[in-house]
Structure formats: structure tokens, C-alpha cells
């Protein structure tokens, strides 16, 4: 008789762990349960929390961002994925270029058909409502 399988661990990963990865991070955990390990990153490390209009989004959603606090992704954070999810092309570049071959495909972007979650920062609250919803509902691609 074999235990319960570990969890599948995911990391998502934007620009600076400030607007689109948090929530995604959030978002795939809450959904996940015990079936996953989320953590998310970002290529640079600027901020100290979400942004206050990425919270007020995702508030409204019914995640809860306050505590969360960005982070620079690393080798190790990618080694560590079963899945690394980038929110957008430019993003996922960049980490292909940090994983290197072996890990790259353990890459690929966070929505389907081939699409970017586009960046809101600098936009009016609106565009972060509308970042928010593309988010949690590309969530259901990367949970089985």
C-alpha cells in the first residue's frame, strides 16, 4: 500500500511579484488544497508587498493577498517546481534562460493558446479587476 502522493509543486512567476504572480500563486493554492505546493517569484526584486490595487482585486474575488511578500526567483526555485508557470512571453524567456535546457520544460506560460496575462501596472483599477478574472480563470488549466 502506497501513501498519499506528495503535493505537485508550482511556482509562478511575473515581472516583479507584485501584481499577476501573487494572485496566481493565491489563487492556485486555495484551489488546490493539499493537492499542491504554490509558492511565486518574480525576475526582479523591487517591492515589499502586492500591489494595493492587485489586493483590492483579488479581495474582491475572495483571496486574500495582505501578507503576501514578493520574491526574486532563483535556480533553486525552479529546480524545486514540478511546474513553472510564467505570465508572459518576455517572462518566460527570461526563466528559460535561468533554468537552462534541463529544467526548461518544466516552463510554459500560465494561460492557454499561447496568450500573456497582460501586465496592469500603472493602469486604472479596472484593468486589475480584468487581470484578476484572467487569472483565476486560467487557474483551472494547471490543477488536475
Known sequence: MTGPAAPR?????????????PLGGRILADLGGTAVEVRSAGLIDRWTQAHPEMTAAASALGYDLTGHRPQQVTPELIDWADLVLAMDHPVLEHLRDIAGPDLAA?????????RDVPDP???????????????EAGAANHLR
Not at 509543486?9 to 504572480?21: D, H, Q
Not at 518544466?106 to 499561447?114: E, P
Not at 501596472?121 to 487569472?135: D, K, N, S, V, Y
Open 9 to 21: 509543486r508550482i511556482l509562478v512567476v511575473c515581472l516583479g511579484n507584485y501584481c499577476r504572480s
Open 121 to 135: 501596472m500603472g493602469r486604472p483599477a479596472a484593468e486589475f479587476t480584468a487581470c484578476a478574472l484572467l487569472i
Open 106 to 114: 518544466r516552463i510554459r506560460l500560465y494561460l492557454d493558446r499561447d
